[in-house]
Structure formats: structure tokens, C-alpha cells
């Protein structure tokens, strides 16, 4: 038996590239000279500039405008600017997005510089136009948990086909989707199911809300908790009402900047993630972008396989290419008229199909 001092390893020194980012942030903390009397003011303020040090914070970019991002960082918030590094190394997609995770340098109190973007898990992007015919990829918000589609039961009325359309989006950026459906008070339950099952049957999670009764709004602060979120649904359907409801001031601009940009005039949109106070924390991304974007870069293949109901069926025609709108022993028709494929879901897809 060991009798001398306790089997505690000892700290190790602050190696460069040894330590966690988030070990590195702190160890700048407890490092350095003798305090002085800044050890009185906030800790934010408290980290003196340390040229050639490992002096990296970790940290999402919360908001993106013309250069300069506001980075939250365990330590607070970070107004930085751009190592001219990586505007040369990233130059086939943005540079940095809202939801970015990055690594960055103070270079004074609450003034930094983004010295490294890490990869992105997950991204809702378009496809812009590029030079010369190809295609650039317009990043709109990086690291995205889950989209959450919100619609109304009533007033205005559900529209399955713009659900459906959003839903195909979903599933091509290969994002987590989540139906809100509101104003159940004015439906009542029964007829709201009636709306919805076919969506939870297929494996989409919904949840019923009113902002009248209060029902589902633990449900959707809950799923909103430790996750960065896309909020989208049209203008009136009670996203701002719903938000409001999980937390207090939590607002979405994106209605009256859209409304602005109908009227044909030119405002720069300032995309944002806005910070949640629930217990794991979590953002809800501020951005119109979901509806702009199209599907008309979706081959047939593509979009059969976002119908996620079609999957089991397809290959399973008797012609090659079926399209399965006309051809005859069509494995997604009969299962349509067997009532395994919901028909206002294939009448979504034919659409669809024929729009592009
Ligand atoms: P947004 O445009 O999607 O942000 O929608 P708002 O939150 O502004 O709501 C639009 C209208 O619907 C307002 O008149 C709200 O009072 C109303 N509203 C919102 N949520 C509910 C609800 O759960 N039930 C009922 N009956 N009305 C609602
Ligand atoms: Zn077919």
C-alpha cells in the first residue's frame, strides 16, 4: 500500500496544442503575472492581450454582417473580424455563417479575431448561381439541429403542399424536422389529428400547440432546449405568438423583413442566432431563407427518395424510370390505392414533379 501522497496526477503544463480548447480558455484565466486591479472588474475584461500565446476561445457565431461577427464564447460575447487567411483557404463556400463554431484570439477585451471555422455538422443551404454556369453553395445557417415547421390548424388555413415542399427540403439537406401545428384551440383536437397523424405516421414528430390554452408550449420549449433551431412557417400562422409563449422576447424579425422585401425593396437581411435561456441553452435561428429556397436543382431520383414513405417502393416498379405518375404496375401507386401512401402526400409529390 502506497502510504505517501494521494494518487493524484499532476497538472500538466500549458502545451500548445496539447490542451482542449475549452481547457485553453480557462487555463488563460489562472495564467499569468500577479493580479492587478483588474482582477476587480468582470472576467470578460480581466484577459490581457497575449501575443504568441495559445490564447484560442471557443465559440458560435451568433450574428454575421458585413465582415464582422459577434462570436458567444463561454466568457460572454466577442465582436470579431476575419484572419485575411481564411478568406483565401474558403473560397468555394462562406467563410463563416451564423451557427459556425470557431476558434478565436482576443485581441483586446470583447474584440477578437476568428482564427479557425471548425467543420460544419450540418448546414441549410442553397444553391446560388456562380460564374460561368456553376454553382456556389449559400450557407445560411451552419450546424443546424432541426428545422421546425411551424403551421396552423386555421386562420390561415393548412396548406399540406407547402408542407410538403418544406419537408422535401428538409430531407435533401439532410436535416431533422419537426411540425408545430398551432391554433389547435380553434380546430379542436380531433380535427387537428385529423391534419397531422398522416405527418406522425410517417415518423415526423408533431406537436399541437395554443398559444390560447397553453397546450404544447413545454413540448416545444423542451425540443427547442440545447439545440440550434430553424424556425419557419408563413406569416400569421403564430410563430411569433409560439415563441413568445416558450420565452418571453424571443421574436423573429424574419416576418417584417420579408414583407419589406415583397414590397421590392432592397434590406439587408442581418441573419441571427438568437440565445435561449432554457436550462441546456440553445439558439433559434432568425433567417427567411428556407423559403427561397428551390427545388428545381432536385432530380426525379432525388425527390422520390424525399418522400421518406416512398422508400420502401422504390425499385420496385415495373418500368426503369417510373415516374410513377402514369405507368402501369407502379409499386407507389398501388400503394396509394391500398392506403399505405397517404393520397394528399402523393398529390404533393406529383406536383412537385411536375413543377420542376
Ligand atoms: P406570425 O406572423 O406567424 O408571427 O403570427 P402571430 O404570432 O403574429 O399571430 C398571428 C395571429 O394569430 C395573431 O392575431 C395572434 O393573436 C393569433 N394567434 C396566435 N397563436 C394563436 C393560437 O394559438 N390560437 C388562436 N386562436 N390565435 C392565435
Ligand atoms: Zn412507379
Redesign the pocket.
Same mark, same amino acid.
Given at each position: 500500500m502506497k502510504t505517501g501522497k494521494p494518487d493524484i496526477p499532476e497538472p500538466q503544463p500549458d502545451r500548445e496544442g496539447a490542451i482542449l480548447p475549452e481547457a485553453r480558455a480557462r487555463a488563460l484565466v489562472v495564467s499569468g503575472a500577479a493580479p492587478t486591479e483588474a482582477e476587480a472588474q468582470p472576467q470578460e475584461d480581466r484577459v490581457p492581450p497575449l501575443p504568441g500565446r495559445p490564447d484560442r476561445l471557443v465559440g458560435t457565431v451568433l450574428r454575421a454582417q458585413s465582415g464582422f461577427f459577434r462570436v458567444q464564447t463561454e466568457r460572454g460575447p466577442v465582436e470579431c473580424t476575419l484572419r485575411g487567411r481564411l478568406k483565401k483557404e474558403r473560397r468555394n463556400t462562406d467563410i463563416v455563417v451564423i451557427g459556425d463554431q470557431v476558434e478565436i484570439s482576443l485581441v483586446s477585451p470583447g474584440r477578437g479575431a476568428i482564427e479557425e471555422v471548425l467543420p460544419r455538422r450540418t448546414r441549410l443551404a442553397r444553391r446560388a448561381a456562380g460564374t460561368r454556369g456553376a454553382y456556389k453553395e449559400d450557407v445560411l445557417v451552419a450546424n443546424v439541429d432541426q428545422v421546425l415547421l411551424?403551421f !396552423?390548424c386555421d !386562420?390561415p388555413p393548412f396548406t399540406p403542399r407547402m408542407l410538403d415542399r418544406y419537408l422535401v427540403i428538409c430531407e435533401h439537406s439532410g436535416l431533422e424536422a419537426l411540425i408545430v401545428a398551432? +391554433?389547435?384551440? %380553434?380546430v379542436g383536437m380531433e380535427r387537428a389529428h385529423a391534419l397531422f397523424a398522416p405527418y406522425a405516421r410517417i415518423g415526423y414528430p408533431v406537436i399541437y !400547440?395554443?398559444? $390560447? @390554452?397553453g397546450l404544447g408550449i413545454d413540448q416545444v420549449r423542451a425540443v427547442l432546449d440545447g439545440k440550434i433551431s430553424v424556425v419557419t *412557417? +408563413?406569416? *400569421? $400562422?403564430? +410563430? @411569433? @405568438?409560439?415563441l413568445?409563449a416558450v420565452q418571453p422576447g424571443l421574436n %423573429?424579425a424574419t416576418?417584417a423583413v420579408s414583407a419589406q422585401l415583397n414590397k421590392g425593396r432592397h434590406t439587408t437581411t442581418v441573419a441571427e442566432l438568437i440565445p435561449l435561456t432554457t436550462p441546456g441553452g440553445g439558439y433559434v435561428a432568425d433567417t427567411p431563407g428556407i423559403r427561397e429556397i428551390g427545388l428545381w436543382q432536385l432530380s426525379p431520383e432525388d425527390l422520390d427518395w424525399c418522400f421518406r414513405e416512398l422508400r420502401p417502393y422504390l425499385g420496385h416498379c415495373f418500368f426503369a424510370g417510373c415516374t410513377h405518375v402514369h405507368e402501369p404496375d407502379c409499386a407507389v401507386r398501388s400503394a396509394v390505392a391500398a392506403g399505405a401512401i397517404s393520397p394528399e402526400r402523393y398529390e404533393s409529390y406529383v406536383r412537385l414533379r411536375e413543377e420542376r
Amino acid at each position: 500500500m502506497k502510504t505517501g501522497k494521494p494518487d493524484i496526477p499532476e497538472p500538466q503544463p500549458d502545451r500548445e496544442g496539447a490542451i482542449l480548447p475549452e481547457a485553453r480558455a480557462r487555463a488563460l484565466v489562472v495564467s499569468g503575472a500577479a493580479p492587478t486591479e483588474a482582477e476587480a472588474q468582470p472576467q470578460e475584461d480581466r484577459v490581457p492581450p497575449l501575443p504568441g500565446r495559445p490564447d484560442r476561445l471557443v465559440g458560435t457565431v451568433l450574428r454575421a454582417q458585413s465582415g464582422f461577427f459577434r462570436v458567444q464564447t463561454e466568457r460572454g460575447p466577442v465582436e470579431c473580424t476575419l484572419r485575411g487567411r481564411l478568406k483565401k483557404e474558403r473560397r468555394n463556400t462562406d467563410i463563416v455563417v451564423i451557427g459556425d463554431q470557431v476558434e478565436i484570439s482576443l485581441v483586446s477585451p470583447g474584440r477578437g479575431a476568428i482564427e479557425e471555422v471548425l467543420p460544419r455538422r450540418t448546414r441549410l443551404a442553397r444553391r446560388a448561381a456562380g460564374t460561368r454556369g456553376a454553382y456556389k453553395e449559400d450557407v445560411l445557417v451552419a450546424n443546424v439541429d432541426q428545422v421546425l415547421l411551424i403551421f !396552423a390548424c386555421d !386562420a390561415p388555413p393548412f396548406t399540406p403542399r407547402m408542407l410538403d415542399r418544406y419537408l422535401v427540403i428538409c430531407e435533401h439537406s439532410g436535416l431533422e424536422a419537426l411540425i408545430v401545428a398551432t +391554433k389547435v384551440d %380553434l380546430v379542436g383536437m380531433e380535427r387537428a389529428h385529423a391534419l397531422f397523424a398522416p405527418y406522425a405516421r410517417i415518423g415526423y414528430p408533431v406537436i399541437y !400547440a395554443s398559444t $390560447v @390554452s397553453g397546450l404544447g408550449i413545454d413540448q416545444v420549449r423542451a425540443v427547442l432546449d440545447g439545440k440550434i433551431s430553424v424556425v419557419t *412557417g +408563413k406569416s *400569421g $400562422v403564430g +410563430k @411569433s @405568438s409560439l415563441l413568445n409563449a416558450v420565452q418571453p422576447g424571443l421574436n %423573429l424579425a424574419t416576418g417584417a423583413v420579408s414583407a419589406q422585401l415583397n414590397k421590392g425593396r432592397h434590406t439587408t437581411t442581418v441573419a441571427e442566432l438568437i440565445p435561449l435561456t432554457t436550462p441546456g441553452g440553445g439558439y433559434v435561428a432568425d433567417t427567411p431563407g428556407i423559403r427561397e429556397i428551390g427545388l428545381w436543382q432536385l432530380s426525379p431520383e432525388d425527390l422520390d427518395w424525399c418522400f421518406r414513405e416512398l422508400r420502401p417502393y422504390l425499385g420496385h416498379c415495373f418500368f426503369a424510370g417510373c415516374t410513377h405518375v402514369h405507368e402501369p404496375d407502379c409499386a407507389v401507386r398501388s400503394a396509394v390505392a391500398a392506403g399505405a401512401i397517404s393520397p394528399e402526400r402523393y398529390e404533393s409529390y406529383v406536383r412537385l414533379r411536375e413543377e420542376r
